[in-house]
């Protein structure tokens, strides 16, 4: 199914979409496969080492629609890519792919942050973010940002039935957006609220090492919902 | 009352503090005294020309515990001070009050924002934030970024009784931000939520241009709450 048949407004089409994970067997890219297995959508874990993909997604264990491959294949079979590997190795995995992902929806998870004794702070990006990075070195791919403040643990956590957060997404691409929102709202607990442009990317990704602090003071496993709306 | 007597744990001692707000007559430093106000704090609303100051204060109609002066006159009797003027202007007004502000707390919740067809987006800062440019400039002043998210429309509705968020409260003085948590506590409806040290604000006053994308689409009047704490 191209992207251009998806209608964000029907579940039944976003059900059908398949995901794929670049950079999958991460925590976070673990994480978000597992959710997204366990909504129901058919998820293909990603990784530059294929076994290490198939173990990762053995390990969830939710065969048949959870399957690993190597990068380059699961974004191939996918209709929905989502780029989890880390920021160290985000330009040059997405350049190495820009043909694969020609069409497709990038979703861009990744949180460019540097970390020492005072804890988590935003790095430098030139772009502005790492999803106008991916942009720039993705021009005829839909970048969408999203899923920047997703705890991991939880995500993985098998005591965790429900999320409590919403998703911000960010794109310039109306469709894709909507697509996006639609298939966050899939994962139990958890609402996709359009928040700006790929402009205003670079906050949102920085915000997570607000996060980073909120967890170490409270303890917790914080997350965000906007008020509202 | 110096500071350095408060108590952030003591309710009362956080309610007999005398607030401060430069630049007060705009719509969020208005908003921020009358709920100040309400919550039963006396507060000092400063401008530049004293006689509109008189007059914001007048229009919220909250005497004798709400006061306008001089900018320079608010912030020698407060004992905390928040600075609410707009960015155009944050680094020459705070300047010509290093003196006065030796000592106290300056709570600074100026967004560097520029709008364009495209809605709003961050402005470079070469100090990181606004916070800590303030920082930068009042080297003896214990300065907290917080209070960049609360929706001045909201702060202002007589028919609001209640808000529905979380301010968010920065900075590297661990006293300073119990303080503040304490304070934004005060308010119907908020929660003071530590988040993170004074390096980590300039996605937090970033962040606004988010949420007024989001109240563009969804028509509201977004505001944060944080999850799991």
Redesign the interface.
Known sequence: MAPEQISPDSPADVARLVIGVLGGTGDQGRGLARRLALAGSQVIIGSRDPGRAVAAAASIGRPPQLTGAANADAARAADVVIAAMPWDGHRELLESLAGVLEGKILIDCVNPLGFDS?????LEVPEGSAAQQAAAVLPGTRVVGAFHHVSAVLLLDPEVAEL??DV?V?GDDRHATDVVQALAGRIAGVRG?????L??C???E??T??L???NR??K??????????
């Open positions: 005072r804890g988590a702070y935003p409590d957060l911000l960010l609220v359009y928040a700006g442009r402009r205003n670079g906050q949102v920085a915000l090492a607000n980073v602090s909120v003071r409270y917790a496993h914080a997350g965000l919902r906007i008020t509202d709306i």
